[in-house]
T-cell receptor
Framework: QKEVEQDPGPLSVPEGAIVSLNCTYS??????FMWYRQYSRKGPELLMY????GNKEDGRFTAQVDKSSKYISLFIRDSQPSDSATYLC???????????FGKGTRLHILP | DGGITQSPKYLFRKEGQNVTLSCEQNLNHDAMYWYRQDPGQGLRLIYYSQIVNDFQKGDIAEGYSVSREKKESFPLTVTSAQKNPTAFYLC?????????????FGQGTRLTVV
């Protein structure tokens, strides 16, 4: 089983819809969870950063962490064509120096 | 402005040549990382460094070398031993070397072997 699993997509949704992006993981030591957005031919930019379980909201974006299920989600409300990008989840633990990334989900918002 | 600068943006290499990719950060971060990104493969860790003069191999270190002589600089050399070097290379940094803070990325270097 891979440490972090993420559906590569592509995921196509109409403008204005709520988008749900997800990752599952196997390492119970992960405590720090991140979501990055990457436009084509650019470096990833950090969207959300959360510690342990719970929700975090920032504008149209909400990150959820369910450590009991080893499952994290990113919700995008009122999706816009400019949200079209690849979204990468990432996570790390106190015991390891490495940040582990999912393979990314390609998202297309259709105008 | 603070950030991470990678150069060059595009790089072409002839087979058998070594090339060095530059990564500089002015965020005063302790930890720096090099990732390789290929289509369908996600980000794969090449090397990482927690502090100056120290670095560790990541998952795909063969054919690569790094140095960390200064806190703000972490250059990556792609050697001729790397059999498939064409890829998008990303440098990142984070405040803490223990992995418990978020990483910030540069804009990447696209390396092509010609």
């Amino acid at each position: 089983q891979k440490e972090v699993e993420q559906d590569p997509g592509p995921l196509s949704v109409p403008e204005g819809a709520i988008v749900s992006l997800n990752c599952t993981y196997s390492n119970s030591a992960f405590q720090y969870f991140m979501w990055y957005r990457q436009y084509s031919r650019k470096g990833p930019e950090l969207l959300m950063y959360t510690y342990s379980s719970g929700n975090k909201e920032d504008g149209r974006f909400t990150a959820q962490v369910d450590k009991s299920s080893k499952y994290i989600s990113l919700f995008i409300r009122d999706s816009q064509p400019s949200d079209s990008a690849t979204y990468l989840c990432a996570m790390s633990s106190n015991r390891d120096d490495k940040i582990i990334f999912g393979k990314g989900t390609r998202l297309h918002i259709l105008p | 402005d603070g950030g991470i600068t990678q150069s060059p943006k595009y790089l072409f290499r002839k087979e058998g040549q070594n090339v060095t990719l530059s990564c500089e950060q002015n965020l005063n971060h302790d930890a720096m990382y090099w990732y390789r990104q290929d289509p369908g493969q996600g980000l794969r860790l090449i090397y990482y460094s927690q502090i100056v003069n120290d670095f560790q191999k990541g998952d795909i270190a063969e054919g690569y070398s790094v140095s960390r002589e200064k806190k703000e600089s972490f250059p990556l050399t792609v050697t001729s031993a790397q059999k498939n070097p064409t890829a998008f290379y990303l440098c990142a940094s984070s405040i803490s070397p223990t992995g418990n803070t978020e990483a910030f990325f540069g804009q990447g270097t696209r390396l092509t072997v010609v």
